[in-house]
């Protein structure tokens, strides 16, 4: 008679794409007793598709960032022909975009004229010439306290020196809407919280960024399909994890880790990955864990910047927009991305509103615009009511397209991460003070290393986990990937257990 196995106790906090995917790939190893705790009423995290005007919007994450074959999230959407056609051609695949959309936007200025694409192309061309720049430092030639936005502005300033005064006040105001993209794309208030020395090691796959014609959550769905369907528990919200212990359970196993819930439930496990977003490890890193996190990832926790990126979605009756355009950019003449956006959030919010993508296909979705506007402004924009932010973003397109008749949106959709208790934010960058040291310190499992002796019993996963690949989904899938595999590697009798039962 064969030797039987116990399967580990595996608990997962989190149902995000971290979650999920660390779940389906210990299912498929023989770990037969994995559960997922998670606080809301959904699965999905950050990947959250809804119904708004005739079709589906997403108010997280929009696109496949890199979408190549590289990209485990890619790999999985193509697999489960979740993508479109476009998305599939090899030559989309191949594309290197620098993660930015090559398509050349419609340009409005804050006077209601529009701005002709050649008038910016020098700027444009200059732009993207120092992200490369601002790419290519390391920590051996770059100073640690430096951040990507004191080098933008030493770069305009020098660059600044030829233009004439017309022409440094358009180009000023350009690349403060540039900066402003920026800070959507870093998820960040300004760029000078954004590191310089590791700025690059955040890593871009090619292709040309696609969506899902049937909403992100499809993927989430489909991953979902390989676990069993009582894996996930919803409206658990986790309070504490006590570990290093001994808990006793009904099997009488002794379980070295006790989780314990908002509600009073609790549960045992041999090992925990938490998947929680750092904006809510953020809040509750002194806390969470007893014996609590060591002082070098709480440390790590505190540096790593976590800021909110939202987006405003607006449905209009007919478009005013020229539909051949896919992207539409404001820019506030008098701005400059020499000095600070105004302080004044309440008369000033929606100027670090950078533009709007043009969402499609309109003959399934309607005309729908979607605003992307991070940092403090964006947190603000939150305690606005929808009316409050619809009647803004009127006058805002009104003033813009120099048509005061501008008909108003027919509805508003808008995301509000920051004020969500259990994500608190939108994603993470590495902030000034910060390396990708410490996102590898986040990651490290306890007990820490120099007690092998002892099983692992607390591992981390999600996006800001992953050195190269966080802020993005892909990211957030490979931790969770990650981390079943550190689990699957400690138990190489479970995986001959799963192939000798397959024979
Ligand atoms: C991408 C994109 N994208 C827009 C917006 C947002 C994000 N991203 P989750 O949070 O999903 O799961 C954790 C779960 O834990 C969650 O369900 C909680 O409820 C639960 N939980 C919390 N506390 C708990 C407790 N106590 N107990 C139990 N459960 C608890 N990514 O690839 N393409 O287009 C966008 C975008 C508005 C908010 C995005 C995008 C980010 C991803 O959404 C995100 O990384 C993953 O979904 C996270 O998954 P997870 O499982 O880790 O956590 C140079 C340089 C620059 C670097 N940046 C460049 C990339 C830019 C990112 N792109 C942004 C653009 C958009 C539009």
């Given amino acids: 008679m064969g030797r039987r196995y116990r399967s580990p106790a595996v608990?997962?906090?989190?149902?995000?794409?971290a979650g999920i995917g660390a779940a389906a790939k210990l299912h498929q190893h023989g770990f037969h007793s994995v559960r997922i705790l998670e606080a809301t009423g959904r699965t999905g995290g950050r990947i959250r598709t809804l119904s708004f005007a005739k079709g589906l919007v997403e108010i997280g994450a929009q696109w496949i960032h890199g979408p190549s074959p590289e990209n485990p999230v890619f790999q999985l959407s193509s697999q489960y022909n979740l993508l479109g056609p476009d998305a599939l051609l090899e030559e989309n695949q191949k594309m290197d975009v620098g993660g930015h959309p090559p398509a050349i936007p419609v340009i409005y200025s804050s006077s209601g004229k529009e701005i002709s694409p050649s008038s910016v192309m020098n700027v444009l061309n200059l732009y993207f010439e120092w992200l490369e720049k601002a790419r290519n430092f390391t920590k051996d030639t770059c100073s640690p306290d430096a951040s990507v936005g004191s080098f933008f502005r030493q770069e305009i300033l020098r660059s600044s020196k030829e233009w004439n005064k017309d022409i440094y006040e358009l180009n000023v105001a350009l690349?403060?809407?540039?900066?402003?993209?920026?800070?959507?794309?870093?998820?960040?208030?300004t760029m000078d919280y954004v590191a310089l020395c590791p700025f690059g090691e955040y890593t871009m796959f090619p292709g040309v960024d696609c969506t899902f014609p049937k909403g992100y959550e499809s993927l989430v769905n489909r991953i979902k399909a390989n676990i069993p369907n009582d894996t996930v528990i919803l409206n658990k919200a986790v309070e504490r994890i006590n570990w290093d212990g001994s808990f006793q359970g009904n099997d009488s196993h002794i379980y070295p880790v006790q989780v314990q819930c908002e509600?009073?439930?609790?549960?045992?496990?041999?090992h925990v990955i938490v998947t929680l977003p750092l904006g809510f490890l953020k809040k509750h890193a002194d806390d969470f864990l007893n014996p609590p996190l060591p002082p070098s990832k709480i440390q790590a926790i505190k540096k790593l910047g976590f800021g909110t990126m939202n987006k405003i979605l607006l449905e209009f009756e007919k478009p005013f927009w020229d539909t051949n355009s896919s992207y539409i950019?404001?820019?506030?003449?008098?701005?400059?991305a020499l000095t600070d956006p105004q302080k004044d959030l309440k008369k000033n919010w929606m100027k670090k509103l950078s533009g709007f993508v043009v969402l499609e296909p309109p003959g399934q979705l309607?005309?729908?615009?979607?605003?992307?506007?991070?940092?403090?402004?964006?947190?603000?924009?939150?305690?606005?009511?929808?009316?409050?932010v619809l009647s803004s973003m009127t006058s805002l397109l009104r003033q813009f397209t120099g048509n005061p008749e501008l008909p108003p949106p027919i509805s508003i959709l808008r995301s509000q991460w920051h004020s969500q208790?259990?994500?608190?934010?939108?994603?993470?960058?590495?902030?000034?003070?910060?390396?990708?040291?410490?996102?590898?310190?986040?990651?490290?499992?306890?007990?820490?290393?120099?007690?092998?002796?002892?099983?692992?019993?607390?591992?981390?996963?999600?996006?800001?986990?992953?050195?190269?690949?966080?802020?993005?989904?892909?990211?957030a899938l490979m931790s969770g990937r990650r981390e079943a595999q550190r689990l699957i590697d400690k138990y190489p009798e479970l995986g001959t257990a799963v192939s000798k039962a397959k024979l």
């Avoid at 608990?11 to 794409?17: P, R, T, V």
């Avoid at 950019?329 to 400059?336: A, M, R, Y």
């Avoid at 309607?366 to 409050?388: K, P, Q, T």
């Avoid at 994500?423 to 820490?448: F, H, R």
């Fill in 421 to 475: 208790p259990y994500t608190g934010g939108s994603y993470s960058y590495v902030a000034v003070g910060s390396s990708g040291s410490d996102i590898q310190i986040l990651a490290e499992p306890l007990p820490k290393d120099k007690d092998a002796v002892k099983p692992l019993q607390v591992l981390f996963a999600g996006e800001a986990t992953e050195t190269n690949f966080y802020s993005t989904t892909h990211g």
């Fill in 11 to 17: 608990l997962i906090i989190g149902s995000g794409i």
């Fill in 263 to 270: 509600d009073g439930d609790t549960f045992l496990a041999d």
């Fill in 329 to 336: 950019q404001l820019v506030w003449e008098g701005e400059s």
């Fill in 366 to 388: 309607g005309h729908v615009l979607c605003g992307f506007i991070a940092g403090e402004e964006a947190e603000y924009m939150e305690s606005l009511s929808d009316e409050e």
């Fill in 175 to 189: 690349l403060r809407t540039f900066l402003n993209i920026e800070c959507c794309v870093s998820g960040t208030h």
